[in-house]
């Protein structure tokens, strides 16, 4: 299966068109007012942007959810982990937990598209880190889902609902998922398949999961935005990562509100 999934995300065909600010902007960019994280700072950077990325900005932002998220357990292959973080991004999904006992976390630019920018990455290294994510999932109140090949006591992946938040784990392509993880798992779920095979590729596998889980999702009565707050952070931040060289406009802001 190739590392991929889908078609090349919309941001990445951006970068020719006029997302930024006017020359005169760029020449003299009048100071906002207050905190570089309130209101509005947001707006004025805001201003920078053509009027068709604030609104596409906007749309994503009003799909996405944390009210289902992923953990990657100790994923080995570069390929793979950006082949995920793609498919996360491309339906909605906000947050991804990654665990580094034994690996370390690497994306393929190729691959992941850009996707990770746009994603709240939860990062846990060394000998702890699956017991500190596992404390950071608790305190989300998120149930945990292992996943695996069809065993004794695994249930569909199509059966799970959406009472609480929802994290679903994926393992190492050689050695699975940890004990830790398995031992904290409230229930095992799998794909159902129908061949001779009993696995897919860890990829393949969260693009079926998400594609499924996130559409009944948004068609079921759970609350499974963003919210108000959750929207304004992220909206800062994505504002910001649209705009080139945003670091140095910002310092020529704030040196303009010092001199006044």
């Not at 805001?46 to 900005?57: C, G, V, W």
């Not at 498919?87 to 370390?104: K, L, N």
């Not at 630019?109 to 990770?116: D, N, Q």
């Not at 990562?241 to 140095?248: A, E, G, N, T, Y």
Request: aromatic letters at 6%; charged letters at 25%.
């Amino acid at each position: 299966m190739p590392g991929g999934f889908g078609s090349p995300l919309p941001w990445e065909h951006r970068t020719a068109a006029p997302l930024v600010m006017s020359p005169q902007d760029t020449r003299h960019p009048p100071a906002p007012q207050g905190s570089s994280s309130g209101p509005e700072w947001l707006a004025r950077l805001q201003d920078l942007l053509t009027e068709d990325r604030r609104r596409r900005l906007d749309s994503v932002l009003a799909r996405r959810t944390r009210r289902l998220t992923l953990v990657l357990d100790d994923i080995r292959q570069e390929h793979n982990v950006s082949a995920v973080l793609r498919s996360a991004e491309a339906f909605g999904i906000q947050d991804v937990y990654v665990i580094e006992t034994d690996e370390s976390f690497q994306v393929t630019a190729k691959v992941a598209m850009g996707s990770h920018r746009w994603l709240t990455l939860h990062r846990f290294h060394g000998p702890e880190a699956s017991p500190a994510c596992l404390q950071a999932l608790q305190a989300g109140g998120y149930r945990l889902a292992a996943t695996g090949p069809p065993r004794d006591g695994a249930i569909s992946f199509e059966t799970l609902d959406f009472d609480r938040p929802l994290a679903i784990a994926l393992g190492n392509e050689r050695l699975g998922l940890s004990p830790a993880i398995l031992a904290a798992a409230e229930c095992c779920v799998t794909i159902p398949m129908q061949g001779f095979v009993e696995s897919l590729n860890i990829s393949v596998a969260a693009a079926i999961l998400l594609q499924q889980l996130t559409s009944r999702l948004r068609g079921s009565p759970v609350d499974w935005r963003l919210t108000e707050a959750e929207r304004s952070e992220l909206l800062l931040d994505w504002t910001r990562k649209s705009i080139p060289s945003v670091d140095l406009i910002e310092a020529r802001w704030r040196a303009a509100e010092e001199a006044r």
